[in-house]
């Protein structure tokens, strides 16, 4: 049986589609039209042409090999229209479910890639069919690839074959190249010969074969004005023709046969056309009409509940489903577990699994690989029963969100249902939700259960597939699953808490805010309720005439923006500010730590949030350790009550420096900042010299401070706006100095704006591990939300490629660890710093392998910097 490869010219034809209709939006105001188009397109090519084999291939970016020949090329399209751009990442979301693979290649073109995939003719049994609306793919032609060419917008094609071009064009495949550099092409920039039009071209070519032909018989050449003009552009002619001619060899790492092409799933279209308002396109696709919220019979499914675990239920390759009701895993109960495999799907009680040695060493096993829904939930809830699984070879939920960082959810039915698996239920259709949460009969836990392991079994592969195709599987097999793993033990060992230090401090920050609410009241003339807005601002405003800054619909605001303003204004002021730091510290940090502590062991279990920020830096929760204010002295000084958790040890942190800036100088690749860099110059001096054009020496206080604020504002895309909030200046003086930083650091600019067209090219940003954030955005015709996604593409791979840079060093930090056979181990990562408890006979070793590990965990273009300080708690530890 022959195979038929179908080869898409993406661009070509999406751009055709957008001509071609109105502008249509979906009911999120997306636009919707190119996309529908291709779509209706693309069935018709999977009904009529039956492929085998299929890609669609697109252009990578505006700059080709062609233009280190000709700057020019294409030099006179229109810029692509915004509501156009937007629709690209969308078409390839498309293209993901429809399971048709999709290619773009640096620095080359569709075309190129087409034309190269197109030499699988030489072998025997490949038929090939390309479609495209650009006619410099005819060049490809020949007996076994035709080219179909769209005409009328997108509703009707035309197939190219080798006799039929000779019988419409009079020209042979290969003469294409010829005809296109003689006549040139405007939309492409392409210069030919001026004057020379199709029925000329042909004509010459009839009589002299090729271009080169045509020249060496110049003198043959009838009319004298005809021989002036191609004498005259011999050399366009010819760079038309290098131009024009595709490249068959680009080095492509797609192969003909990879792009075998089975089917698309219609329930799988039918949520993604749904979602898009394609309604027209359902009946088409023959899959699930009905409208969203009605529900559908669900597909039985067997389940074994089992009394007894035996080693005969396992293959070596199972899904693992620990089920607990409620958030906190650490303090929650597990009410069974489901396994799925080849065999079947089993359920099991949990009093049942966790008292069964043949489930413990099936689990404890290195050899039986696991499927499981967040392997750091995993490890932790069964490390609490004594087990340590291992052999986690899959992650959905990690998996889920390398795929879509911006996604709100997910869990297994809402990832299930976005992959087209429809037949898991919602918890909070089993359970209840909030306070009504129950746990039904046995046989509706045991189906909802294994409905999620069997989804698990089922998913996994594809979900791996879709991280492959999107450069990611290396980022989520070598960084985030060892990660997830380390993160469960070190929420599993918990950090000390000194109770009667915390419960000293709270006593402390009572008094304190009892006196600061005397000295209030003395200044205010009366006692009022510090706490009570309606009885603040009449005090405020009416009675110590402070200037009003802004009105609410209840009376004056005395928010913390507006007081701030009015700092200076009276005494009265920075003590109310003051009285609210200190009551949030003694509600929110030390009341609000003592009630998580674990009242058996004295210590916390943060739960580490590894899936949940888009830039993919960690964070916090119950309690968010994160968020400990140390501006405050008192704040810092809370650090005090997290000790070590053994006597003779000591707390050990260790902080990268100026990480982000340290990326952005790699990634924008600037000369003056990495040499700043390299040289280990105080990067805020420095900025200051180069920006207020002074030496070292005249620097002043005020120039670092706002150099460093700039610094930092850069990293985080910060607007002349928003520099001028930060540093009370006006925004002319502001826009000023950035516009000067700018010019100081061309290579930040030059990043900055190729970063944001890069965006709009392909509707996400990449860090330098390859984690992905998708920007929807970037193309809005909203001002403000355009401008959110421009500073969040300049900012996102600055931060989540630090936020890769630490994970990375908290995995090369634990082998190390294990490596030195040391007894000290990592307890918390906050924002650039680890912090790790040690004996204090380790504390040499600490000092010398913690920043090397750190500062050489990746190579940049400048050293990473570590700082590390140690002492007997957290707070010492600085």
Known sequence: MSNKLVLIDGNSIIYRAFFALPLLNNDKGVYTNAVYGFTTMLLRILEEEQPTHILVAFDAGKTTFRHETYKEYKGGRQKTPPELSEQFPLLKEVLDAFSIPHYQLEQYEADDIIGTLSTVEKEDDWNVTVISGDKDLLQLTSDQVTVSLTKKGISEVERYTPAFMKEKMDIAPDQIIDLKALMGDKSDNIPGVPGVGEKTAVKLLKQFGTLEGIYDHIEE??????????????????????????????????????????????????????????????????????????SEPMKEIDVTILREVTDDIFTGKEALVAEMLGENYHTGTIEGFGISNEKGNYFIPAEVALQSAAFQEWAEQYDNKKMVFDAKKTLVVLLNHGIHIKGIDFDMLLASYLLNPSENNHDIPAISNRLGKTDVLYDEEVYGKGAKQKVPEEQVLAEHIIRKTAALYALEEQMEEKLKANEQLELYKELEMPLALILGEMEHLGVLVDISNLEEMGNGLKQRLQDLEKEIHELAGEPFNLNSPKQLGPILFEKLNLPVIKKTKTGYSTAADVLEQLENEHEIIPKLLLYRQLGKLQSTYIEGLLKVVDPHTNKIHTRFNQALTQTGRLSSMEPNLQNIPIRLEEGRKIRQAFVPAKKGWIMFAADYSQIELRVLAHMANDDKLIRAFQEDLDIHTQTAMDVFHVDKEGVTDSMRRQAKAVNFGIVYGISDYGLSQSLGITRKEAKKFIDRYFESYPGVKSYMDEIIQEAKHQGYVTTLMKRRRYLPDITSRNFNKRSFAERTAMNTPIQGSAADIIKKAMIDLYGRLEEENLNARMLLQVHDELILEAPKEEL?????IVPEVMEHTVELHIPLKVDYAYGDSWFDAK
Do not use: H, W
């Open 221 to 294: 050449v009838s009319g004298k004005k005809l021989k002036e003009k191609l004498t005259t552009y011999k050399d366009e002619a010819f760079l038309s023709k290098d131009l024009v001619t595709i490249k068959r060899d680009s080095p492509i790492t797609v192969e003909p046969k990879e792009l075998a092409y089975g089917g698309y799933d219609p329930n799988q279209l039918s949520g993604m056309f749904k979602e898009l308002g394609f309604q027209s396109l359902l009946d088409r696709i023959g899959g699930d009409t009905t409208a969203e919220g009605t």
């Open 844 to 848: 040499e070793k600490l000092m010398e």
